[in-house]
T-cell receptor, first 115, second 111 residues
Framework: DTGVSQNPRHKITKRGQNVTFRCDPI?????LYWYRQTLGQGPEFLTYFQNEAQLEKSRLLSDRFSAERPKGSFSTLEIQRTEQGDSAMYLCASSLTGAGNTEAFFGQGTRLTVV | QQQVKQSPQSLIVQKGGIPIINCAYENTAFDYFPWYQQFPGKGPALLIAIRPDVSEKKEGRFTISFNKSAKQFSLHIMDSQPGDSATYFC??????????FGKGTKLSVIP
């Protein structure tokens, strides 16, 4: 499968616990994005990487959130001390920079439920 | 301030009809306008995208119409089918940068 892969697909956690999600982008894509989507809303940008460098973070990304892309390939998103308001679908997307290459392809997402 | 406004929120059409979904944006710096289709429990899938140097783009049954002066663009689905029932999102972007999405339109195509 050459698409964007996210794991796990579902995660249920107790409030206050830490969770980590993984994203494997399309192999040649150098840009990787994290978005959050709540029920009935469009995806909202959280952060993005070009290769291993994290170039922008949204104000939505509180101090409890951290993302890494250590070797410019897969990425992880960690949420510390989860709150019920963190319950959402976390989406990863990737794209390839270059002339005319702007299409971002999304993974299936990780649905987080904080109880 | 909402950077992209999408309408309608929901839409019901008969099979074979032509649903039209509209989006309006504010920032003239945007130069990339994609539409995504999302089924329940799945990630958004890119349908079709347009750049501001053309006024219309067609791919299969999907057409984007773009009005640069009005800062509006729309998605038309020709000969709609029940399998097209999904939520559709417009988005705006600048270069290969982050996308800002509309709130979505839930389309139901009834047989």
């Amino acid at each position: 499968d050459t698409g964007v892969s996210q794991n796990p697909r579902h995660k249920i956690t107790k409030r206050g616990q830490n969770v980590t999600f993984r994203c494997d982008p399309i192999s040649e894509h150098n840009r990787l994005y994290w978005y959050r989507q709540t029920l009935g809303q469009g995806p909202e940008f959280l952060t993005y990487f070009q290769n291993e460098a994290q170039l922008e973070k949204s104000r939505l990304l509180s101090d409890r959130f951290s993302a890494e892309r250590p070797k410019g390939s897969f990425s992880t998103l960690e949420i510390q001390r989860t709150e019920q308001g963190d319950s959402a679908m976390y989406l990863c997307a990737s794209s390839l920079t270059g002339a005319g290459n702007t299409e971002a392809f999304f993974g299936q997402g990780t649905r987080l439920t904080v109880v | 301030q909402q950077q992209v406004k999408q309408s309608p929120q929901s839409l019901i059409v008969q099979k074979g009809g032509i649903p039209i979904i509209n989006c309006a944006y504010e920032n003239t710096a945007f130069d990339y306008f994609p539409w995504y289709q999302q089924f329940p429990g799945k990630g958004p899938a890119l349908l079709i995208a347009i750049r501001p140097d053309v006024s219309e783009k067609k791919e299969g049954r999907f057409t984007i119409s773009f009005n640069k002066s009005a800062k509006q663009f729309s998605l038309h689905i020709m000969d709609s089918q029940p399998g097209d029932s999904a939520t559709y999102f417009c988005a705006v972007g600048a270069g290969s940068y982050q996308l800002t999405f509309g709130k979505g339109t839930k389309l139901s195509v009834i047989p």
